[in-house]
């Protein structure tokens, strides 16, 4: 645990460093590419796309999943998927592309959108060049925060998503004790800063969200890519101890 610990907070140093060293750009988003790109998973990642195929993706009735998968990418046509693997606390990295749909507008510009534990959803939209992004917009949790900044490329460049994302707490009784949290990062800058999600945002799945769930990547009937998506399971909280202990 120790090892998975250290390695998502190395992980996480070189993404804030790597902001820190980019101005806050309002409309076009960083000059280059994320600096997370082609990110690999590090030790304790649970890899659900590495792209070859969907062995780890169903459809939500739980069939296989039915996406196209080509040249390392899978594109969301066939309905929302759904991972088989489960989380509560995780830092979550993916990877995106948005297609040229130049006539389209508003949410039928490529339209897509990553839901944490299946339940709260992170848009995903082609919303390049737009002044003051929206709670419709890209990087939004969806009708509830919109991006802090502007942090998106053009179409047809791939974007990351960088997630830390903390399960709502419930008590012995399943009593709500605390909304779930969101931080996140697109193309290394920072567009929601720990915000509080009060209420589901995406049709929920089951009936307890007091369980661990899955990542669900949303087909809104526009070809967006996805590539290299993992994340990596963490504690819930940290020790007790005010000095820790080496072993031997």
Same mark, same amino acid.
């Given at each position: 645990?120790? &090892?998975?610990?250290?390695?998502?907070?190395?992980?996480?140093?070189?993404?804030?460093?790597?902001?820190?060293?980019?101005?806050? !750009?309002?409309?076009?988003?960083?000059?280059?590419?994320?600096?997370? !790109?082609?990110?690999?998973?590090? *030790?304790?990642? =649970?890899?659900?796309?590495?792209? $070859?195929?969907?062995? $780890?993706?169903?459809?939500?009735?739980?069939?296989?999943?039915?996406? $196209?998968? *080509?040249?390392?990418?899978?594109?969301?046509?066939?309905?929302?998927?759904?991972?088989?693997?489960?989380?509560?606390?995780?830092?979550?990295?993916?990877?995106?592309?948005?297609?040229?749909?130049?006539?389209?507008?508003?949410?039928?510009?490529? @339209?897509?959108?990553?839901?944490?534990?299946?339940?709260?959803?992170?848009?995903?939209?082609?919303?390049?060049?737009?002044?003051?992004?929206?709670?419709?917009?890209?990087? *939004?949790?969806?009708?509830?925060?919109?991006?802090?900044? @502007? +942090?998106?490329?053009?179409?047809?460049?791939?974007?990351?998503?960088?997630?830390?994302?903390?399960?709502?707490?419930?008590? +012995?009784?399943?009593?709500?004790?605390?909304?779930?949290?969101? &931080?996140?990062?697109? @193309?290394?800058?920072?567009?929601?800063?720990?915000?509080?999600?009060?209420?589901? @945002?995406?049709?929920?799945?089951?009936?307890?969200?007091?369980?661990?769930?899955?990542?669900?990547?949303?087909?809104?009937?526009?070809? =967006?890519?996805?590539?290299?998506?993992?994340? =990596?399971?963490?504690?819930?909280?940290?020790?007790?101890?005010?000095?820790? $202990?080496?072993?031997?």
């Amino acid at each position: 645990m120790m &090892t998975r610990v250290m390695t998502v907070a190395l992980l996480l140093v070189v993404i804030a460093a790597s902001v820190a060293a980019q101005p806050a !750009l309002p409309v076009a988003g960083p000059p280059g590419a994320s600096p997370t !790109l082609g990110l690999a998973p590090p *030790a304790g990642a =649970v890899v659900l796309f590495d792209g $070859k195929d969907l062995a $780890k993706w169903t459809r939500m009735d739980g069939n296989p999943a039915t996406w $196209k998968v *080509a040249d390392g990418a899978m594109t969301s046509v066939g309905g929302d998927i759904r991972s088989q693997d489960t989380f509560g606390d995780a830092y979550v990295h993916l990877e995106w592309m948005e297609p040229d749909m130049p006539d389209a507008q508003g949410q039928a510009r490529g @339209n897509s959108g990553v839901a944490l534990q299946g339940r709260y959803e992170v848009q995903v939209l082609d919303s390049f060049g737009i002044d003051v992004p929206g709670k419709g917009d890209c990087g *939004a949790v969806y009708a509830q925060y919109a991006a802090l900044v @502007n +942090a998106c490329r053009p179409p047809l460049e791939w974007q990351t998503y960088d997630i830390i994302f903390r399960a709502p707490r419930y008590g +012995a009784d399943k009593q709500l004790l605390e909304h779930a949290r969101l &931080t996140v990062l697109q @193309n290394g800058i920072v567009i929601q800063n720990n915000v509080q999600v009060t209420g589901l @945002n995406y049709p929920p799945m089951d009936a307890d969200p007091s369980t661990p769930g899955p990542l669900l990547l949303q087909d809104h009937g526009c070809p =967006v890519q996805y590539r290299n998506v993992w994340f =990596v399971p963490l504690p819930e909280k940290g020790s007790e101890e005010y000095e820790g $202990k080496r072993a031997g």
